[in-house]
C-alpha cells in the first residue's frame, strides 16, 4: 500500500486528509481511499498573522494522528502537501508579507515529521474548483472508458458538477454541453485516461458562508447608518454583539468601514423572505458582458447535468433535513418556518449542536438558496439534479484527493495500455493452441508414418 497526506488549510480551520492505494494499481481510476480525516483543533491558518508560530504548532496533533495511521516503514516514501484557500488567499491580498511568513512557520512544522514534505502553497480558486470536480468524478467513477481494443464503442460517463461552498469563497465547476467559451479564463482542459475534458470553472472570492455574512452585515450598517441592526437572517430573539474587528477586518468588508464604533449590535427578527429579499443584493445581475453570466459580469454557460454539493452546502442542507428534498417550493417552507422559530426554542430543540453554527442556519440556508437559485440559476425544473453530499464510497467530498492525484500523476492522459486479453483469458489460449499444436503433429505423425509401415510390410 501507498499513502498520501494532504493538508487543506481553509479560512474557518484546517483538515489533515490520510489517503491510500494499492501500488501496483495507482493509475486505475477509483483506487485511492481516504483512510483517516483530522480536523485541526483551532481556527484556520490565517488567523494566525499576529502569532506565526502558532500556525505551524496547531497542526501537531492531527499530524501525530496521521503518523500512527501510516505504517512506519512507509513514512519516508507518503508525500505530503498543503493547499491553503479563501482564508489564505483574502490574507496575502491584505498582507503578502505576513501570509509569506505564516505558510514559512507551517513548512517549518511540517518538515518535522518523518514524512516527505512536497510543499506548502496558496491554491487559486480556480484550482480549488477544478481538483473538487476531479476528485467527485474519480470518486464517482465517471472516469472509467470503454478501452480501445474493444471492438465496440462504448458510450462514455457523463461527468457530475462541482458546488463547494467553503467559509471565505464558493466555487462553481462543470463540463458544459454547449462549446460557447466566451471568457477563456473560465475554462480549463484536461486529458484525463485518454478523453478530454472542458471544464468551466469559477471561484467567487468573499461569497464563502462566513465572508458572505460579514459582507452584507457590513452593508446593512452602511445602508442603515446605524451599528444597531434589526436582522431578518437570525431567529427571533437572537441578539449578538459583533466586534468591528471582526466585521471589517478582510478585504471583502475593509471599504465599508464607516463608524469608530467597536461593536454591532444584531437583534433577529427571523423573516425568510425579508432575509432573502436582503441577500439578493449582493448578486448583481444588471451588467453581463458576455451572452450570458451569473452574477458579477462573470460568464457561465448554461448548467448542464447533476451537481454534486459539498462542504457547507452540505452541512447546512443536512442539518435542515433538506438533502433529498427534490422539490425547491417545500424546501422554502422548511426553511421559512426555521427561520420563524424563536432563538429560545431552537436552542432548546438542537441543545448539542455548537451556538455559532446554529445561530447562523437561518442565514446560511437562506444564502444557499439565494446563491443558487439568484446567483447559479437553478430553477425548481433542475433543482432535483443537485445532490447534497458529504462523502462518496467513504472519502470525503473534497478539493484534496485531486490535488493529491494531479501532484502524483496518477491520472494518466492516457489509457494504461492494457494488454487485450486477461491473464486467465492468455494461459487458456495458450493451452487451447498448444493441445490443438499437438494433434496436428500426431494426426501428421500418424499419417506419414502408418503407411510406411504397411508398405514395408507388404514388401
Ligand atoms: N454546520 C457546520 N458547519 C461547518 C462544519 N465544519 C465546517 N463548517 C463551516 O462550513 C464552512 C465551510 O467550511 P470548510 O469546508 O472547512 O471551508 P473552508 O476551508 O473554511 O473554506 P474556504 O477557505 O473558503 O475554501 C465554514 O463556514 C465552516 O465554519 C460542521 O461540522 N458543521
Redesign the pocket.
Known sequence: MKYGIVL?A????T?VYVYNWPAEKENDTGVVQQVEVCKVDGP?ISSYSKDVEKAGLSLQDCMNTAKQVIPKKEHRDTPVYLGA???MRLLSLDNNKIADKVLLSVEKSLRLYPFDFQGCRIITGQE?GAYGWISINYMLGNFKQSSSWMPFQQTSTETSGALD?????TQITFEPTDSINESPENFMLFRLYGKTYNVYTHSFLCY???QALRLRLANDVKNAGSTNLQNPCFNPGYVKNMSAVDLYGSPCTAKYKLFSSSFILITGTGDYHQCQQNLQDMFNKTECPYSRCSFNRIFQPELSGNFGAF??FY??MN?LNLTSEKDLSKVKETLKEFCSESWQQVKEKFPDIKEK?LSEYCFSGTYILTLLEMGYGFTSENWGNINFLRKIKGSDAAWTLGYMLNLTNMIPAELPSSPPLSHASYVGLMVLFSFLLASVVFIGWLYFWKPRCLQKGII
Open positions: 487543506d481553509g479560512s474557518s480551520h483538515s484556520g484557500t479563501a482564508g480549488e461552498l467553503g467559509g471565505a469563497s464563502g458562508k462566513d462542504s457547507a452541512f447546512v442539518f453554527y
